[in-house]
């Protein structure tokens, strides 16, 4: 059959009005501009999709002979394909949970929340809990009216919602603000005693503000307790999220035992489409000490669940002046952030978690932080590199501490739309000199011969993939500022920042022989965009669309 013949007699597939959803053990023929991210074949003409693998990359004649026309063929036309979007660091469970609660990313000042609050508590019965997520009293126009230490405290919204507790988290993850309903609820008081590692804000007649810091957020937890059942309905919420932001893989950046049984519930139920890499929580130690006695569980071509990780928080976050550092804030000279989980505990972690062949993946946004857990990782492995130990956030670090990222093989886990949604404030915090000797350094680390790794850190950040690759390769703000962006020798280049976000993320979960790259023998994962973002106008990269999302050889997601 000719070239001609045949493409006038398929199946012609706009990525604009297309219906179709192609099993996963069809025979496709995708054909037209394809990024393999494969240094021997950077660029193919079409590839077939059959059992859920790419059975050909290459020249469009040479797959011409390989189909009938029994075969499905798919014409990009002006849409780019991409080895399947995966994302490096998120909380897929929060993400379902943050689609259901009120969304105050977007609030402009705090009083525009206390009105979002009174609506909501409005529709609820009293008693029943008003969840809100996302906001950052860096990012307001004003400061909230009254305040302590620039937070917000609880009075307002225990005027407008006296009858429900309300639980907002902030938008770094780290910090919750509650109402009076809330803090009766969890019995906070005056005399209440912060956990290690958490801090209790209080206002100067010592009465709690209802501003809760890392480790004391447990003291909410009847509040905020979930079951396997509704885990499941967050992380399949979670899922057509990321699908539909071209997310193939996800890796879940610290999951307890009720999200681990709702994964593995909707794995056995083939439920789960996303090809997902679970961090175990180190903060429960049952779960850990259960899993470093069963042999790895590895993801194959009959399932999408990975748990081979271990996830420690070694430190809080710069919005809330937690991320422990080596010298005080700029603007609270005070204090210096704090360690969240015991180093020498630590230590004794990665001794044990190394001994199974477990990865340990340890959250580190202040540079005392990092500093820490890479010398207790050197004092714990006498050579790390084949564990691929991965520092999540690594922000801000000394310049010193580049080199050992390199020795020990550790891969930067790092988030490059923190630095355009943070940047702007984060010279508060750290000064001029932090800023830009250390902090977002990707160029240092990449040129150093560190492996980057990128995510989002959804739900603290929306799950774009497209302005995470903005952010990376412009380093300015979504709005497109500065003009030059912020430490512009720092940037990463277009092909590095997909790079990051594919075959990176690939190896930085021991996938690279089945995902990140567009080869033969590899899953048919694939991500369509409208645009090509190695060769787009900067200023046109955050029009990009998702076209089109397939994970093993099946449309998961069509934009039309």
């Given at each position: 059959?000719?070239?001609?013949?045949?493409?006038?007699?398929?199946?012609?597939?706009?990525?604009?009005?297309?219906?179709?959803?192609?099993?996963?053990?069809?025979?496709?023929?995708?054909?037209?501009?394809?990024?393999?991210?494969?240094?021997?074949?950077?660029?193919?003409?079409?590839?077939?999709?059959?059992?859920?693998?790419?059975?050909?990359?290459?020249?469009?004649?040479?797959?011409?002979?390989?189909?009938?026309?029994?075969?499905?063929?798919?014409?990009?036309?002006?849409?780019?394909?991409?080895?399947?979007?995966?994302?490096?660091?998120?909380?897929?469970?929060?993400?379902?949970?943050?689609?259901?609660?009120?969304?105050?990313?977007?609030?402009?000042?705090?009083?525009?929340?206390?009105?979002?609050?009174?609506?909501k508590a409005a529709t609820l019965q009293p008693g029943e809990v008003v969840f809100g997520r996302g906001w950052h009293q860096s990012k307001w126009s004003s400061r909230p009216n009254p305040e302590v230490d620039g937070f917000p405290t609880h009075d307002k919204l225990s005027l407008v919602a006296p009858n429900n507790p309300v639980v907002l988290e902030h938008a770094n993850g780290h910090t919750v603000l509650i109402n009076q309903n809330a803090m009766q609820r969890a019995n906070i008081t005056a005399q209440t005693v912060a956990p290690e590692g958490g801090v209790i804000v209080h206002e100067k007649t010592s009465q709690p503000t209802g501003i809760l810091h890392e480790t004391a957020i447990s003291l909410i937890s009847e509040l905020t307790t979930r079951s396997v059942a509704s885990a499941r309905r967050s992380i399949l919420n979670g899922q057509e999220h990321a699908f539909a932001h071209g997310i193939t893989a996800f890796h879940d950046a610290g999951v307890d035992s009720v999200d681990v049984q709702a994964q593995q519930d909707l794995?056995?139920?083939?439920?789960?489409?996303?090809?997902?890499?679970?961090?175990?929580?180190?903060?429960?130690?049952?779960?850990?000490?259960?899993?470093?006695?069963?042999?790895?569980?590895?993801?194959?071509?009959?399932?999408?669940?990975?748990?081979?990780?271990?996830?420690?928080?070694?430190?809080?976050?710069?919005?809330?002046?937690?991320a422990w550092l080596h010298e005080p804030y700029t603007d609270d000279p005070a204090t210096r952030g704090l360690p969240t989980f015991d180093a020498d505990e630590f230590e004794a972690l990665v001794t044990r978690a190394a001994r199974a062949g477990w990865q340990v993946n340890t959250h580190a946004i202040g540079d005392k932080a990092n500093t820490e857990v890479l010398d207790r990782i050197a004092l714990a492995v006498s050579d790390p590199k084949s564990l691929r130990f991965r520092i999540e956030h690594a922000q801000h670090?000394?310049?010193?501490?580049?080199?050992?990222?390199?020795?020990?093989?550790?891969?930067?886990?790092?988030?490059?739309?923190?630095?355009?949604?943070?940047?702007?404030?984060?010279?508060?915090?750290?000064?001029?000199v932090r800023i830009e000797s250390g902090a977002y350094i990707w160029r240092s680390l990449i040129d150093a011969g560190v492996l980057i790794a990128s995510g989002t850190d959804v739900p603290v950040e929306p799950i774009n993939p497209i302005a995470n690759f903005y952010a990376a390769i412009t380093r300015k703000t979504l709005k497109g500022t500065p003009e030059t962006g912020y430490e512009p020798r720092q940037k990463m280049t277009r092909i590095e920042a997909l790079r990051a976000m594919t075959s990176n993320n690939a190896f930085a979960a021991f996938a690279e022989q089945n995902q990140g790259v567009i080869a033969v023998g590899n899953y048919a994962d694939l991500t369509i965009l409208s645009s090509d973002l190695l060769n787009v106008e900067e200023h046109k990269i955050l029009d990009t669309k998702v076209m089109k999302t397939i994970v093993a050889g099946e449309t998961v997601f069509s934009d039309h």
């Open positions: 059959m000719s070239r001609s013949s045949l493409l006038t007699s398929v199946l012609f597939f706009s990525l604009i009005g297309s219906a179709s959803s192609v099993a996963e053990n069809s025979r496709q023929l995708i054909q037209g501009l394809i990024y393999t991210l494969n240094p021997q074949q950077p660029v193919a003409e079409a590839v077939i999709l059959e059992n859920g693998r790419f059975q050909f990359v290459g020249k469009l004649d040479d797959a011409l002979t390989l189909i009938n026309d029994t075969t499905e063929v798919v014409e990009l036309g002006d849409a780019v394909a991409y080895p399947g979007f995966i994302e490096g660091h998120g909380h897929l469970s929060s993400l379902g949970r943050s689609l259901a609660s009120i969304n105050l990313s977007n609030a402009e000042n705090f009083d525009q929340i206390v009105d979002m609050v009174s609506q794995d056995a139920s083939g439920e789960l489409k996303l090809r997902l890499y679970s961090m175990l929580d180190a903060n429960d130690s049952a779960l850990i000490d259960q899993w470093l006695e069963r042999p790895l569980l590895i993801a194959d071509s009959s399932s999408r669940l990975t748990i081979r990780s271990i996830k420690v928080v070694m430190d809080g976050a710069l919005g809330s002046r937690t670090i000394r310049p010193s501490d580049v080199e050992k990222f390199k020795t020990l093989g550790i891969i930067a886990s790092m988030q490059p739309i923190h630095m355009s949604s943070d940047r702007p404030w984060a010279i508060e915090r750290l000064g001029q």
